[in-house]
Structure formats: C-alpha cells, structure tokens
C-alpha cells in the first residue's frame, strides 16, 4: 500500500510539471504581423529565460537582447549585451530563422554592421620574435617591450598608465606593436596596471590589464673591481729642530695587472703570422673541372638575389628576459624576469554618457 501510494504521488508530480518553454516560438510571437511588435515585453521574456538556456542558445539570445536593447534607446544596457555577444561567445549566434522575415533582417543587419567596426581584439601579448628563446643574458634589461594587438577592425585606441595617456592613435585591422617603456618593470618584482581602451562610435570597450613581473637571481657572473692600492707617507715642516707642521697623505696607486705576453720568436714578422708576400694563386682550372665551376657560380647569383626569409612573430602571455646587472655588493648577477601579460576586467561604456553625472531616478 505504502509503494502504491509512493508511485501514485510521483505520477502526480510528473504530471503537474510545467511543459518545457519553445522560447525561439514564444520570442517571435512579440513580432507577429497582426500587432504591433513589443520589444519591451520581447526584452522582458528574454531576461527570465536566458540563464535557463542551453549553450548553443545563448549566443542567439545575448544578440537579440542588444538588438532590443538598442531599439530601446538603452545604450548601457546595449554596450553590455552587445560586449558579452563578442567576447563571451564570440559572435556565434546568427540562428534567427524563427523570427518573422522584417524583424530577421532588420536584427542580422544590426549584428553584422556591429561585426564590421566593434573593437574586438582576436589576439594580444608580448612580441616574440620566431625560433630560439634568448638563453644568454644581455648586459641590461631592455629599455621597451612590444605588446602586439590583432585587431579584427580598424579602431581608435589609447593606452594609459594610470590616469595618465601613454600612446594613442589608430590600430589597423590584422597585427598591430604597441611600444612599451620598460625601465620602470625591471626594477623589482611588482604588477603594474594599464588601460587598454577602444572606441568605435559611441562605444568604449575598456580593458584593464595587468603586467606582472617576477624575477629569479641566478648567482654571480664575475666579481666587482679590485680596488685601487694606496700607500699612506706623512709631509713633515722643520724650522731647524721644530717641527712646524705635519700632514699625513694617501697616494693611490692602481695595483699591477699579471698579462701573460708569449715570449719573443726571434723572428722578424711585421705583417703576422701566415703572411705571404707571393700567394700562390692557381692560374689554371682542369678542364673536367669547369662545369662544377659553373655551377657553383650559378648557385652564388641565385643566393644574391633571394630574399632571407623573416621569421614569424609570435604574440605570448609570458616571455622571460635575461639580463646582468650589480647587487648592493658590487657583484655581476644574472636575472632572469617573468613578464607575464593578464587581463583583470573588461567594461563596456558609451562615449556620450561617461562625462555625465550618475543618475538617481533608476528603480
């Protein structure tokens, strides 16, 4: 009796359960022929259901809910949705077929005009020039280092330390080098902020981005400068026996340097060791020779006119810079810095809205 009644309560509850939501159907019914089209109530539909989405959904409805936003007047809320569409989700969702044909093309063409001019960086990092990592450390850390943007547009960009403006100007779609001072990150172990900042009309994507730099002391490549001797004499004034004066001085002298020199040959040689005053230069070539000849000489022609070939360029997270300098003891080290590139927050802004004041009459 207990297990019939178990099994009768579950039927119930699986029958009193709520049918899943067509929401690709409930969405177009906003934008039926025979009313006037909601975007309010389209918008408001979509804020209840796209949490609950599947993710090949998501993409589809983030677009849609920039495209209404838009049609709102609600920019703020349009940079976000529009933000999340291309760097969340990556432009993905394009599936609108269930939506009536006007209201179709009017949300692709919305889409792909945003496509050809939003700021979207497809790849950035630090310039690595292609093949073999530098294993020996330069005499000093380098004075700049190149952050490389690979721009899917053209775009306005600035970047700031702080508040104040380092570089600005134009990034043109493809690879893009953006040169960095360098002095200030191989001081000491630090993370340093910077903003990366886009605009595309009204739009400013804001990108705050982190270098961080650690450092690892590899021990000592040579010792300081000996120091330079010196020997103490002392300056004494007699007026007969008395003593007028005495003074005490240092006269430094610089220490002798041991510099093995090979002893003398007993030959006159001005011009050095194989010299020869009458080179022996063959007047003549084995006829069976010749063409071998020619063919090396057509080979030497070719050489000349190929261009080398240049090396890939990489963009990275992470390069390791090696590089000498002193300790507090005078001594040479060697340091080996991890410049690694982070992003710690990404905002989505309207250019017409950031100079106003922030409003109070918001719910």
Not at 142 to 163: C, F, N, T
Not at 320 to 343: H, K, M, Q, W, Y
Request: glycine fraction near 10%; hydrophobic fraction near 40%.
């Amino acid at each position: 009796m207990i297990k019939r009644t178990a099994c009768l309560a579950l039927l119930a509850t699986l029958g009193a359960a709520q049918p899943v939501v067509d929401w690709q159907a409930e969405l177009a019914g906003f934008f039926g022929e025979e009313k006037a089209v909601d975007y309010r109530g389209a918008l408001d539909f979509l804020t209840g259901q796209i949490d609950s989405l599947t993710d090949e959904d998501k993409p589809v409805a983030c677009g849609m809910m920039a495209y209404l936003h838009g049609q709102l007047g609600n920019r703020e809320n349009e940079y976000q949705r529009l933000g999340e569409y291309f760097e969340k989700f990556g432009a993905a969702g394009m599936g609108y077929s269930f939506l009536p044909l006007s209201t179709r093309n009017s949300v692709l063409r919305y889409l792909r005009d945003w496509q050809l001019r939003y700021p979207w960086v497809l790849k950035i990092g630090f310039v690595s020039p292609g093949g073999p990592a530098q294993t020996s450390p330069s005499a000093n850390p380098p004075e700049r280092v190149l952050l490389g943007v690979e721009m899917a547009s053209d775009v306005y960009y600035k970047l700031m330390d702080g508040k104040e403006t380092i570089k600005g100007g134009q990034l043109h779609r493809g690879f893009n080098s953006v040169s960095l001072q360098a002095k200030k990150l191989f001081r000491e172990p630090a993370a340093f902020p910077y903003v990366l900042e886009f605009k595309a009309g009204d739009l400013i994507v804001r990108r705050e981005l982190i270098i961080g730099v650690q450092m690892d002391f590899l021990g000592l490549l040579g010792k300081p400068a000996e120091g330079m001797g010196s020997d103490d004499y002392i300056l004494e004034m007699f007026f007969g026996q008395e003593l007028l004066a005495s003074s005490r001085k240092t006269m430094i002298t610089a220490q002798e340097l041991g510099i093995e020199v090979p002893p003398p040959s007993g030959k006159y040689d001005p011009f050095g060791p194989g010299y020869q005053n009458k080179p022996r230069i063959p007047n003549s070539i084995p006829i069976m020779a010749i063409p071998a000849a020619i063919l090396e000489a057509i080979k030497a022609l070719k050489k000349k006119d190929e261009v080398e070939p240049v090396l890939p360029v990489e963009l990275k997270a992470e390069i390791v810079v090696p590089f000498t300098r002193l300790n507090a003891a005078g001594d040479i080290i060697e340091v080996r810095a991890r410049v690694s590139l982070g992003l710690r927050e990404i905002r989505f802004l309207s250019y017409s809205l950031t100079g106003l004041p922030a409003r109070t009459d918001l719910p």
